[in-house]
């Protein structure tokens, strides 16, 4: 993998996020989640944070894999 890996597993990671963001906000609008109950929206926040978690969890650990795979091609 190359620099150009590292921006592309980059460039994945900001745009999983902002699927992840663009699903849970038209979920929680068309839903009718503005007029539920706090602990339905109390839910359905961590649920959102959840995903977020995961989406970022995965596309840093991806980061870290193309950053390793890039130094040691580097080494001589």
């Known amino acids: 993998m190359s620099d ?11 745009v999983g ?14 839903g009718g989640f ?5 602990r339905t929206r109390l839910v359905f ?5 959840l995903a977020s978690l995961v989406v970022v ?3 840093l650990n991806r980061i870290r894999e193309a950053r390793t795979e890039s130094m040691r091609r580097r080494r001589p």
């Open 17 to 30: 996020i902002l699927v992840v963001d663009a699903l849970a906000i038209g979920a929680y609008f068309l």
């Open 34 to 38: 503005t007029s539920a109950s706090g």
């Open 45 to 49: 926040v961590a649920g959102w944070t």
């Open 4 to 14: 150009s890996d590292v921006k592309g597993e980059v460039i994945r990671l900001v």
């Open 57 to 59: 969890l995965v596309g």
